[in-house]
Each structure stands twice: as structure tokens, then as C-alpha cells.
């Protein structure tokens, strides 16, 4: 029997109970709708981080001063200052291959006219916004000249931008920074949310001498020239583990560190601290996309169930359809087709809700979903094997009928 | 020689106890005859018509359906020999509800794996050899119980096979419209078609010309 006639009987089998069909749909309907889902939300969630490595670089090296110890009592990292300008100057200097900028970090009050802010101060050199890959949206950078000079010079976030100027053009205006005025000589670029959720456009950045001096520096601090952290950017093409071993090497070697012992500065590479995160959502959606397995199991033993009943409901026509000559397969063939078109349409409807929930979600949670053929593809796939997995007893079932019985079935 | 059977035995098993629905069953039946066969429930009649007409093997003995031995054959061959040359009638009509008549008459020609337009030529012609070329496009619901058993009759014949098997066919029908079809396959048989028909009615056993008494799985009368 051709597959088209098989078709047409078991849609016109199927529209018998159009209700029953539409219940013993559901589960399929939701399972196959939730692997939608899960799957837009999982790639959704995978190419965001995708695209902060990509924006952040995936080549950086972080390297922030070792944790001291003050009184037995063990500090974290970053708490001592054990890093200098020195430190970034040898790293410039003997690896080629890298580009290193420090950053020296604190909170202050900034206030423009009648307006004020609380916001993040950095302390950095002009090779900072290289290695961070950040642009200016108007303005320029800092000039040698004003580096040397600790000149009052600084460039605003986005956000600072915003908060402080509203609508005003903030360019060659004087803000002050802890009541030292500043004069704005560019604006950043917007860069969003970081990864972890901070406003990446919240900050003021001035010359390093600068934040030292007259903003956040103490008086040891600018005799030292420490450094808060050290962004070291690895040039394209160059193995990043490499010269972070270089790096590493190098300032142990700076700071008198004895083989055997710790280091006095933790190094971190970002490409791994991202691809830990990349991998952590990985995991998020493959346990959503086993719920949604769940429910499809659900689904595809209420499509077991309905058609046992429907093989039973119609023993004495498959009776007769033995009597005038349908073979085995036939009959096999006839109830594998109607569990496959239940799930399969099933599975179609569970694809436009599924889209539809994505949307909704993409729309109501802000959350990225990325929509890909090849998920619809899939989810419609697995309701396709459902149904040929979970008709098969109940066509065999059928098929084995004795025609005796069968017609004789009240 | 049409039908030929010889030792025919039917044993079914009911826990730990034995039935013999047929004992020693040898029958023949020629090209061209209506045979009625008759006896009390129990007697074995239904087990030697499901025999006959393939739908279930003997225990032992021999069948022979115009020379082929039948008895050797498997589940899906003999599904080819009720396909090709038995038309069944059963007491309850069993067409498919919610399918118009035509393609009720199509059902044994789909199995056979004819073309669309040939099985609606075909069956088209069958429901007006029965008197319903008008009902074409009813359904089972919209005809009488006569006018169903009717379809029926023209599903039976479709496929032109050897001989018709009316099991109890005026069973579920009123005497006027049992008369009705009783004369149908009357016709039927006097145009050449073998019948064979199973009832319990002495009235409509008359219309056979032959008569086979079934009791206790054998054959207690055979007369002309």
C-alpha cells in the first residue's frame, strides 16, 4: 500500500476523535516546544559569551598583586602591592610579543555643575584602551606630554557621560574629581554588561601618574609606583599560554621569588576563565534539553497508550481489512503511519510554540535566543522517532491479530 | 473441482480440555454451485467456512482451493488467496464507517495494488451490478441495512475471485429485505458464481441448491 494512502487513512482515523488526537498531541506538543526553547536559549546563552571573548579578546592576561599576610591574617589577592610600573615597562620591554598597561583603580565623587556621581577611577596609559579594545566615541587619548605631567586630563564612560551631562556635549568641560577639576577630553564607546553583570560604562579613566597623585594615591604608593593590575594583551597569532609562562617567569624573576615558592601575583588568563563560563551554560542547556526528553517520553507513551486503544476500538476493521486481502505489513505499515502523523504533527505544532515561546521570552526576559534550522530540524526529528518507537508495538500488535478473532471481536 | 477437502480437523484448545470444531471434514464443491450449510451453533459450520475461505489453517487434513493446496501456505500468501479469490459477506455488513460506499467496494483492489482510477472504474461498476450506482458517494450511515449489505456484495465481488462466502448474510436484516439480498446471490449464481452460505434459517438455506448439515464438527447431511 502506497504511503500516500496511508496517509489519507490515518488523517481521516485521526479526525474521528479530534479531540483525543489533540490531547495525545500534547505532550509531544510540549516536549518538542521546550527542546525549542531550550536549545534558542542554550545557543542564545553560548554565542553571548561567544561574543564577549570576541569583544574582551581572547588573548588577554590578567595579572593582579599576590595576597599578603597581615598579622597571620591572610588577605586576598590583590590586597598587596606588589606590582609596579617597573613591572610593566620589563614586560613591554623583554616580550615582544606582548602589550602590557596597568591599571590602578578607586571610588570617587564626581560632580559637573549642579549634578554629581559616584563611579570607578582608573588609573591608566594610553596602550590601556588598546589592550582592552575599547574606542572612543568622540575625543581623543592622552598625549605623552600629559601622562609625564600627571595633566588633569580624563575620559568618561557612557554612563558617567549620561548621569553627569545628560543631553550637554561633555567634551572640554570641567568635572571635578574629588573636588580637583578634570577636563573631559573624550567620551568611550558603549560597551554594555559585562559577563558578570557590571556596567562596563561606568567609569572615569585619567593618566596613571595622575590617579596616583591627586586622586587615589598615598604617599608610599607614589614612591613605589605600584600598579593595581597589569592588562597584558598577546599579539595575534602568538600562543597566549606561551607568553603567559614568559610573563610569569619574568616577574618572578623581578621580584627575587626562590624556585619552589609561590608567586607574589596571580596570573590569569581571560580565554579560560570565559571558555569555564561558556562551558558551565553548556551544561545548563543539556539539562533542559533532559527535561525536555522528559516530557517527550511522556509525550510518546501517551501516543503508545491511544493507540492501543485505537488498534482495540477498531479490531473488527482491521479484521475485514484482513478478510479482503491486507497483508502483515499492511496493517503494520497503516497504524505506524498514524502514530508517526500524531507525532508529527504533534511535533509541528510543538515547533510554532516553541518558536513563539522564544520570542516571548527573548521579548519579556531581555535574554539573547538564537533560532537555528538545524534545532527545528531536531526537535521535529525526535517526534518523528517517537512515533515510530512508541507506534510499533501497537501496529504489531495489530498486524498480529488472528482475523478469526478479529471479526468475531464485539 | 473448486473446492476439495479431505480428513479436514479443526482441534482448539480451551484449557486443559480439547474441542473438535472439525472432525474429519471431507467435502467437494464444484465450479458454479450455492451450497448452503447449516447446522446449530457449536456444530463446527463457522470453523469449516473460516477454513474455507483461508482465514484459518486446519489442524490436519488436506485443502485444496482449485487445485492449490492451501493448508501449506503461509500468513501473507494466504492473505493473497482471500485478496484474489474469496469474496467474504458477513451478517454485520463490517464496512468502514464514515467511508463512502465507492471506496468501501475499493478496499480489496487497494490491497491488490491497482491504480486509483482502475479500482473507481471497477468498484463504480460493481455498485450498479448491485443497484447502488446511485449511492456512490453515501456513507454506511445514510443506507439501509439492505442497501449496506449490498455494498458489501459488490465489495465481495470486485475483485472477481472464485467464490462468495456469506456468513449469515440476512442475519441483521428484516425477512422483505433478506429475500432481497437472498435473490442477489441467487443471480449471482445463476450468472456462475459459486456461493457458499452459512445460516441456521431453513427458509434461507432454500434458495441453495445444495444443503451440507453440519453437527458436532462433521457432516451429518449432503443432499441435492
Not at chain 1, 347 to 362: E, K, R, T
Not at chain 1, 381 to 399: C, L, S
Not at chain 2, 9 to 17: E, I
Not at chain 2, 61 to 88: C, P
Amino acid at each position: 500500500m502506497k504511503l500516500g494512502a496511508l496517509l489519507r487513512i490515518a488523517l481521516r482515523a485521526l479526525a474521528v476523535n479530534k479531540l483525543r488526537s489533540a490531547l495525545t498531541m500534547l505532550g509531544i506538543v510540549i516536549g518538542v516546544g521546550a527542546v525549542i526553547v531550550m536549545i534558542a536559549v542554550g545557543a542564545g546563552a553560548q554565542a553571548r559569551v561567544e561574543e564577549q571573548i570576541r569583544a574582551l579578546g581572547s588573548n588577554l592576561l590578567l595579572v593582579m598583586p599576590g595576597s599578603t599576610t597581615a598579622g597571620g591574617v591572610r588577605l586576598g589577592f590583590g590586597s598587596g602591592s606588589t606590582l609596579t610600573e617597573d613591572d610593566v615597562a620589563a614586560v613591554n620591554r623583554e616580550i615582544p610579543e606582548a602589550l602590557a598597561a596597568p591599571a590602578l583603580r578607586g571610588t570617587a565623587q564626581v560632580i559637573w555643575s549642579n549634578s554629581n556621581w559616584s563611579t570607578q577611577i582608573f588609573g591608566v596609559t594610553p596602550e590601556y584602551l588598546d589592550v582592552r579594545q575599547w574606542a572612543l566615541a568622540s575625543g581623543r587619548v592622552f598625549e605623552p606630554a600629559e601622562m609625564a605631567a600627571a595633566a588633569k586630563v580624563c575620559l568618561i564612560g557612557a554612563t558617567v557621560a549620561r548621569q553627569l551631562f545628560g543631553a550637554a556635549d561633555p567634551l572640554d568641560q570641567s568635572i571635578r574629581i574629588k573636588r580637583v577639576p578634570f577636563t573631559v577630553i573624550g567620551v568611550l564607546d558603549v560597551k554594555g554588561q559585562s559577563l558578570m553583570g557590571t556596567d562596563q560604562d561606568d567609569l572615569v579613566l585619567v593618566p596613571i601618574k595622575t590617579a596616583r597623585s591627586r586622586v587615589l594615591g598615598t604617599a608610599s604608593a607614589a614612591r613605589n609606583r605600584t600598579v593595581g593590575t597589569i592588562w597584558v594583551k598577546v599579539a595575534d597569532g602568538i600562543d597566549t599560554k606561551v607568553v603567559e609562562e614568559q610573563v610569569r617567569s619574568l616577574l618572578r624573576q623581578r621580584h627575587r621569588i626562590q624556585p619552589g615558592a609561590d608567586d607574589d601575583f596571580s596570573l590569569r588568563n581571560l580565554a579560560e576563565v570565559m571558555a569555564a563560563q561558556e562551558a558551565s551554560s553548556r551544561v545548563l542547556a543539556l539539562l533542559l534539553a533532559a527535561v525536555a526528553s522528559v516530557s517527550l517520553l511522556v509525550g510518546g507513551i501517551g501516543i503508545m497508550n491511544i493507540m492501543l486503544v485505537s488498534v482495540t476500538e477498531r479490531t473488527r476493521e482491521i479484521g475485514l481489512r484482513m478478510a479482503v486481502g491486507a497483508r502483515t505489513r499492511d496493517i503494520l505499515g497503516q497504524f505506524l503511519v498514524e502514530a508517526v502523523t500524531l507525532s508529527l504533527i504533534g511535533g509541528l505544532a510543538g515547533v510554532g510554540l516553541g518558536v513563539a515561546a522564544s520570542v516571548v521570552i527573548a521579548e519579556l526576559a531581555g535574554w539573547r535566543i538564537v533560532l537555528s534550522p538545524e534545532a527545528v530540524a531536531l526537535a521535529v526529528a525526535f517526534a518523528f522517532v517517537i512515533g515510530v518507537f512508541f507506534g510499533f508495538y501497537p501496529a504489531r500488535k495489530a498486524a498480529r491479530l488472528n482475523p478469526v478473532e478479529a471479526l468475531r471481536f464485539e | 473441482m473448486l473446492i476439495h477437502t479431505r480428513e479436514l480437523v479443526k482441534v482448539y484448545r480451551m484449557g486443559d480440555s480439547e474441542i473438535r470444531a472439525l472432525d474429519r471434514v471431507s467435502v467437494d464443491i464444484d465450479k458454479g454451485e450455492f451450497v448452503a450449510v447449516m447446522g446449530p451453533s457449536g456444530s463446527g459450520k463457522s470453523t469449516f467456512m473460516n477454513v474455507l475461505g483461508c482465514l484459518d489453517r486446519p489442524t490436519s487434513g488436506e485443502y485444496a482451493l482449485e487445485g492449490r493446496k492451501i493448508s501449506q501456505l503461509a500468513g501473507d500468501q494466504l492473505a493473497g488467496v482471500r485478496n484474489r479469490s474469496i469474496g467474504f459477506v458477513f451478517q454485520q455488513f463490517n464496512l468502514l464507517p464514515r467511508t463512502p460506499a465507492l471506496e468501501n467496494v475499493e478496499l480489496p483492489l487497494v490491497y491488490a495494488g491497482l491504480a486509483k482510477k482502475q479500482r473507481q472504474e471497477k468498484a463504480k461498476a460493481m455498485l450498479e451490478r448491485v443497484g447502488l450506482g446511485e449511492r456512490a458517494h453515501h456513507h454506511p450511515a445514510q443506507l439501509s441495512g439492505g442497501q449496506q449489505q449490498r455494498v458489501a456484495i459488490a465489495r465481495a465481488l470486485v475483485t472477481e475471485p472464485l467464490l462468495i462466502l456469506a456468513d449469515e448474510p440476512t442475519g441483521a436484516l428484516d425477512s422483505r429485505t433478506s429475500l432481497e439480498i437472498m435473490a442477489l446471490l441467487q443471480e449471482l449464481n445463476r450468472q456462475g458464481m459459486t456461493v457458499v452460505l452459512v445460516t441456521h434459517e431453513p427458509d434461507i438455506a432454500r434458495f441453495a441448491r445444495r444443503m451440507l448439515a453440519f453437527r458436532d464438527g462433521r457432516v451429518v447431511q449432503d443432499e441435492t
